[in-house]
């Protein structure tokens, strides 16, 4: 089990490698010359020179990537150009709303999104399952950014019964933060459950047809108790991979999610630092997505031993 | 042998002959699906001619006008004709869809073909596949719209870039089950080269998955076309898009929903078709996985 963890985070190296490159180049190669930025409009091409070999851009290519590799392995992401702050920092402070949001998405999904998958294989053929995955089918092709607003005008504006917009941290209590999480999480849990309800279907369907669940019913076994019990058990392993894989389908939903209902996240940082060409921004911020999805899904193949006892590093 | 093989398919064809009610019977979804598209196809063709005025025109004493007989779908913040500039946008999101669809399978079916035949370099394709897999779609997509100036072409290049990792992990999985199956191991014994085998063997075989994948990618790009321009990184705002529309609304949605509602409804409803041509295509094309979804 050890040995495997540590193979793991071994191959974890070169894909987390290729995407430092992808994210190096994006500086190397934006257009417009950092030192003429930070220079202003007063520098000479003396002073522009100066700033260049203060900074490190007339060095090479590999150098140049080696410095921002070291600097980034120590946690130093840069300095963002508008801000003049650290990215890390800006980065730090965006955070929190990102993860409650993600948090919260994760937890709907799981709750809404097996039930539902579990009834339309058990109810396999019936008008359950088929509206089901009709549910499924319409989750999949209603963007995240048309379902928020549908929500806010039905549930907001006529209803009234949320907040329209906006974020309250959880540090000024739970219920406080509560309301105006609902719809963000709902709204960008749409295509996450419609991914998850019907991964659960197939792969309970598949279970359902084994003999141990004959079993299992033949025995007298309560039905939530063999679809729960038994079933949902041995078909847990695909939705939990893909509960992992379709983290990326989340995380480009963030970005949109808190532009729709103003949440000030990372997603907005990104927005923010696209429409003011600040390239640091948008390198920290990729490469904190790219590494928190590469983590959780190396922490869900681990989990793989806990879910399935047969599989065995 | 194959004249007669032919005419005996065409035989047990015609035998029972296939009635477009039965069709649409049978398979209801994909009628609809192929039924929406090819309305929204013509109308993104015949756009001038569907009522419109010119979507860029400006009108600023009938701006923000609501929902009416002579502005079907209201007026915008500069008084542009909300109607006419959605029609317009149809013609975006197709062109970037199916462009997207075809140039990310083209590229994938290429690196997916050549990976599943090569271990060496498979190995280092795979790794840098998996790297770019791991940053997000639309995160790649933006941070390589940073990079370029916004037009079409580059909004269709950074999504396929984003998408060809995808396509070709799926043509390299298919390639790599192919090779052991009797029917190539049989032609590699016969002494076949390489290049035929994979002409030949290998790519017909790989065709019905791409072409599912490929209906997929073309909703998945529609989608992420509207998202990059809603955030302001992806199509010109000088050109009507349904992204670009509801971009304009974002700030006046509480005043003019309909700003947002109807380019989002259209956006929604070409998706929706594109996935429900999609299942179909899955359903005839992939029986095996046809079942376990």
């Keep these: 089990m050890f040995a495997y963890l540590v193979r793991r985070l071994l191959a974890t190296i070169p894909v987390m490698g290729v995407v430092a490159i992808f994210v190096f180049s994006l500086l190397y190669l934006s257009p417009g010359d950092p030192a003429v930025v930070i220079g202003g409009d007063t520098a000479t091409l003396e002073d522009i020179a100066k700033i260049r070999e203060k900074l490190g851009l007339d060095r090479p290519f590999l150098v140049q990537f080696g410095t921002w590799l070291w600097n980034v392995v120590r946690g130093d992401l840069g300095i963002s150009i508008f801000t003049n702050l650290p990215v890390s920092k800006l980065i730090l402070q965006r955070v929190e709303p990102t993860i409650a949001l993600t948090v919260s998405t994760l937890l709907v999904t799981v709750c809404v999104a097996i039930p539902m998958g579990v009834l339309a294989a058990w109810k396999a053929g019936t008008w359950i399952d088929r509206l089901v995955m009709a549910f499924a089918v319409l989750g999949f092709s209603f963007p995240v950014f048309v379902t928020g607003y549908l929500m806010i005008f039905s549930l907001s504006i006529w209803l009234d019964l949320l907040p329209v917009q906006g974020y309250v941290s959880i540090t000024n209590g739970f219920f406080a933060f509560l309301p105006n999480m609902v719809l963000p999480s709902l709204a960008l849990g749409m295509v996450y459950i419609a991914l998850i309800a019907r991964i659960t279907r197939a792969s309970m369907l598949e279970v359902l047809s084994q003999d141990y669940i004959r079993t299992a019913h033949s025995k007298g076994l309560s039905k939530p108790n063999v679809l729960f019990g038994h079933a949902l058990k041995n078909a847990a392993v695909p939705i939990v991979t893909t509960l992992g894989i379709g983290l990326a389908l989340l995380i480009s939903g963030v970005v949109v999610t808190e532009s729709v209902f103003a949440i000030p996240g990372l997603g907005r940082l990104t927005v923010d630092a696209i429409l003011r060409r600040d390239y640091p921004i948008i390198q920290g911020v990729i490469l904190v997505f790219s590494a928190a999805y590469v983590l959780i899904n190396l922490m869900i193949d681990v989990t793989y031993t806990f879910l399935d006892p047969r599989i065995r590093y | ?293």
């Excluded at chain 2, 009610?21 to 090819?38: A, D, F, M």
């Excluded at chain 2, 001038?48 to 009938?62: H, K, M």
């Design chain 2, 1 to 293: 042998m194959a004249v007669t093989a032919l005419d005996d398919a065409t035989d047990i064809g015609a035998s029972r002959p296939v009635t477009i009610r039965e069709i649409v019977r049978r398979h209801p979804t994909v009628v609809i699906g192929s039924g929406l598209l090819l309305a929204l196809v013509l109308m993104a063709i015949f756009a001038p001619y569907l009522g419109t005025v010119d979507p860029q025109a400006l009108s600023p004493i009938r701006r923000l006008r609501g929902p009416s007989e002579q502005y079907w779908f209201g007026t915008d913040m500069l008084g542009r004709d909300v109607y006419s500039r959605v029609v317009y946008g149809a013609r975006i999101s197709l062109v970037v869809g199916l462009s997207v669809a075809l140039l990310s399978s083209a590229i994938g079916l290429a690196i997916g073909l050549v990976s599943g035949f090569n271990r060496p370099v498979d190995a280092v394709v795979m790794r840098i596949m998996d790297g770019m897999m791991s940053i997000p779609a639309v995160l790649l997509a933006i941070a390589l719209m940073a990079l370029t100036k916004a037009s079409i072409e580059n909004v269709i290049f950074a999504i396929t870039i984003a998408e060809v990792p995808r396509v070709s992990r799926l043509v390299r999985g298919v390639v790599l089950s192919l090779r052991e199956q009797p029917f190539v191991e049989a032609a590699r014994a016969t002494g076949t080269r390489s290049w035929r085998i994979v002409v030949r063997h290998i790519l017909p075989n790989t065709l019905a998955p791409l072409i599912v994948q490929g209906t997929y990618i073309c909703a998945a790009a529609i989608i992420t076309e509207a998202i990059l321009s809603f955030l302001g990184a992806g199509t010109p705002p000088n050109i009507p898009s349904w992204g670009n529309i509801m971009a304009e609304g974002r700030s006046l949605f509480q005043v003019a929903a309909y700003i947002i509602l109807f380019p989002g409804m259209f956006l929604s409803i070409t998706v929706l078709a594109v996935n429900l041509v999609g299942d179909g295509l899955r359903d005839a094309l992939d029986p095996r996985l046809a079942r376990r979804m």
